[in-house]
């Protein structure tokens, strides 16, 4: 880990944090988020400033940087909902099958049935927060389609319904570690190398 950018992790959901140590394993020195750290209100009205409370609150807490993601799932047909809403989409204390049971209901409600109707795309924003105040942005994305039903056992959140343009029909739940590769965060973790080491 000698010589590679040391960077405290704000999130504490092992699925994410499982992903991002895959993704910069090798390019960061990926350190895990202090315990006992109280949850972040992640209450700002975008993606961005909710990526930034996060990485800031830990920051402040570890004394050293810290990066932090947020993510969000846009479907066209509902005006880019659920977005900054997508962990708590069907409620405060909604589980994942609870959301996506949602999100398949209200494209049933606004009559979206074929996959162009259903378009939709996953964005990650990624914040990096030094404790000096210092700040760096990044993001990813990836565009695809809502299904009619879940399929695949894999991956978490949305995944047994998100199907990725050019993944020939599969879900984001039905590709493994392939999923890495063409994901929001994937993307978005791997600018973050790219820009880390354009700073030197
Ligand atoms: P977060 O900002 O990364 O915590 O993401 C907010 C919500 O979006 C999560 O609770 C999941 O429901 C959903 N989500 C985020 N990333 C993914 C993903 O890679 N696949 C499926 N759902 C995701």
């Known amino acids: 880990m000698e010589g590679l950018p040391r960077l405290v992790c704000a999130s504490a959901n092992p699925d994410k944090v499982a992903e991002i140590a895959l993704v910069l394993d090798g390019l960061v020195d990926l350190r895990p988020r202090p315990e006992g750290l109280a949850d972040v209100v992640e209450d700002a009205p975008d993606l961005e400033g909710n990526a930034r409370l996060k990485a800031r609150a830990v920051c402040a807490a570890a004394c050293a940087p810290a990066v932090s993601d947020d993510t969000g799932l846009e479907v066209d ?49 990624v914040m990096v927060v030094w404790p000096d105040g210092g700040e760096l942005m990044v993001e990813g994305s990836v565009e695809g389609a809502i299904a009619v039903e879940p ?20 879900s984001f739940a039905e590709m493994g570690d392939e999923k890495h590769e063409i994901s929001h965060r994937g993307r978005a973790f791997r600018a973050l190398a790219e820009a880390l080491a354009g700073r030197g």
Not at 79 to 96: F, I, M, N, Q
Not at 110 to 122: K, M
Not at 151 to 170: E, H, L
Request: net charge negative.
């Open 77 to 125: 047909a509902l005006d880019g909902e659920p977005g900054v809403l997508s962990a708590r989409y069907a409620g405060d204390h909604a589980t994942y099958a609870d959301n996506v049971d949602h999100l398949l209901a209200e494209l049933q409600r606004v009559g979206a049935h074929t996959p162009a109707e259903r378009s939709a795309r996953f964005r990650t924003v």
């Open 151 to 170: 399929t695949g056992g894999g991956g978490f959140g949305y995944d047994p319904v998100f199907v990725p343009a050019g993944s020939g029909g599969r």
